[in-house]
């Protein structure tokens, strides 16, 4: 998750045409096998691609009391599809394109209107390679919608995803549009609010965190002008990052970021920091003097629920063969199976115990 | 979950009529507002009642992308039912009856046949309270296949939760068909094996882990004569607890658990225990007589990634009003929710802080 470029922050140039994209990955359906079902879903949802079409001409998809098959065999007589999980696109849900021609930034759960006029409108923005994605990633929105509604200052927007391009080239990474997918459907299936933006995952090279938030001040506040008031005028967005303690501490390594980009993101947008239990952020807040300066740009959150789920032990787990269930969404899991991710991949041993 | 009686063990004495139960809840089912959603699906189960009739006769069930509203309002131009999950029963489940007349002890996802001959068939039960049952809950069980695995010693037939009866009077305990309820939802919903008992909370008084564990060696040792083998012969399943850390140091206490007891638990069946990071099961395990004597029937879990989700704080969380999403399965959010549990309750502050 941290950023490891050098060079000084700058806004987006990079002219990205705004049109409808369509969905590059067909829905994942896994037709069940049991003969006493003939459960079917007319899909609402006109991005999704290469459903069966019923004769009436209705576009349908298998509904989908998906599997996760466990590595063990349980029983002769169990049916295979139990576990109720749908993989068809739900209702406007807008999938990622995949590549830059067909990018559009995403705005299908981004509020169009402040429902507060005393607010200000606050886009949260996650960094990071979600190689995969998990439940504290996504545990981390919650909380932070928790903490901000405490401070009465802030109507929180928009929540987005922004996984690290290839270019990255972490141990570990998959391979960019499967984190993208797995990302979607974690926010599909299991969220109301959150959404994954491609783009810097399509950059032909690696995007500095500071860059990555230009865009989306670009995407949000210049090209659709902020958020609408109900009085009708539109106020811009604050962005601000949201970060676990590990990408924090990272701050304190000059050789990781540079000082420049620091005070772009802390001083420019903001960040909102996961404080694990037992680490201490506020006292490293107070000895970092980038962070001091723009101290009341950054939200610390408190993490009251102790959990130390990380991708590095996810994929560990998965080349092991051990069970990841409830440490992410089964439908993510399910991905994970189809497309083999992980589990001839290897990591060195330092990797997995740092984390 | 500690167990409170002191009466010793004993066998089930209760004849239960083994008949099929109806489930007695309906598919709770929210019909989305929008209208260019017209996706129905039909029910292929047979449990599932108070479902809308088709005019050709087929039962229906308004598919279910359903909400978790959020909290806080998020947007006006969202739409409030867009995170997929499903209310309706999936095939092969069957829903636990709501009093001892009707009960019936479930077996839809008990393995028939054991799948390797070498083996031990092995039952693994959960006892607790599950108020509300929490993705460490569930995670337990996977934890305790991946450790059962190493040993190639057992195949895990069957999982079972068995929630207390409201006569374990402790603080935070919803109405016990709330809470089978809920474990029957997260078991649908995310499981593929795993199922619920409500035989331990239909007693009209408590009854001991002892008596519990003695109740699933009856149902399935004696009257179902084991597990099938696939020469055809009949095998006992070994039944073990499955049990968190805290439950464990509780039977360091004489005043919680009798000697008797814990002779006839982990004697004659045996313990899972999940040992929490940074705590000492072994020296715990080394230091008491009976567990000791027990050893070999106790298999020790190492928690790999730790997580501290307790139902403590999920109940303070929701009375809270904060958001409780990925601690436990949205269904079972949902179902909170909707029967408005755990807000109104007030429980002391030693009770949470002990957690």
């Known amino acids: 998750m941290a950023d490891i470029g050098s060079t000084t922050g700058s806004d987006i140039v990079a002219k990205l045409e705004e049109q409808v994209h369509s969905g590059s990955e067909s829905a994942v359906s896994t037709r069940a096998n049991s003969s006493s079902r003939d459960s ?12 069966p079409t019923t004769t009436n001409g209705k576009r349908k998809a298998e509904m989908d009391f998906d599997i996760l098959a466990p590595p063990y065999s349980l029983s002769a007589n169990r049916t295979p599809h139990q576990t109720a999980d749908l993989e068809e696109v739900p209702h406007g849900i807008s999938r990622q394109a995949r590549d830059l021609a067909s ?9 169009e209107v402040l ?11 996650a960094c990071g390679s979600f190689s995969p994605i998990t439940f504290l990633h996504l545990r981390m929105f919650e909380m932070a919608i928790d903490t901000i509604r405490e401070l009465n200052k802030f109507e929180v927007v928009g929540g987005y995803y922004s996984p690290v391009s290839d270019n990255y080239r972490k141990a570990g990474l998959a391979p960019a549009n499967h984190r ?31 860059v990555v938030l230009d865009h989306f001040n670009y995407e949000i506040n210049v090209k659709r002008g902020g958020i609408k008031t109900k009085t009708g005028e539109r106020r811009p967005a604050k962005i601000m990052l949201l970060a ?17 980009d620091l005070h772009h993101i802390l001083g420019r947008y903001g960040c909102l920091i996961v404080e694990r239990t037992g680490s201490d952020v506020r006292s490293f807040l107070l000895s970092h003097d980038i962070m001091y300066e723009h101290r009341h740009n950054v939200i610390v959150i408190k993490q009251l629920i102790y959990n130390d789920i990380s991708s590095t032990k996810v994929r560990l787990f998965i080349r092991r063969g051990m069970s990841v269930q409830y440490l992410l969404p089964n439908s993510v899991i399910r991905y994970i199976e189809e497309h083999g991710l992980y589990v001839g991949m290897s990591e060195p041993v330092s990797n997995v115990l740092k984390f």
């Open 244 to 260: 676990g303690g590990d990408l924090i501490e990272s701050m304190g390594d000059p050789n990781v970021w540079d000082d420049e």
């Open 103 to 111: 990018y559009s930034f995403p705005v299908h759960r981004l509020a």
């Open 115 to 125: 429902q507060d006029n005393t607010m200000q409108p606050l886009v949260i923005v």
């Open 40 to 51: 079917t879903v007319s899909s609402a949802d006109s991005h999704s691609e290469a459903q």
């Open 180 to 210: 993208v997918r797995m990302c979607e459907l974690a926010c599909e299936r299991t969220s109301s609010w959150l959404m994954v933006d491609a783009w810097e995952s399509l950059q032909p090279t690696y995007q500095r965190t500071a």
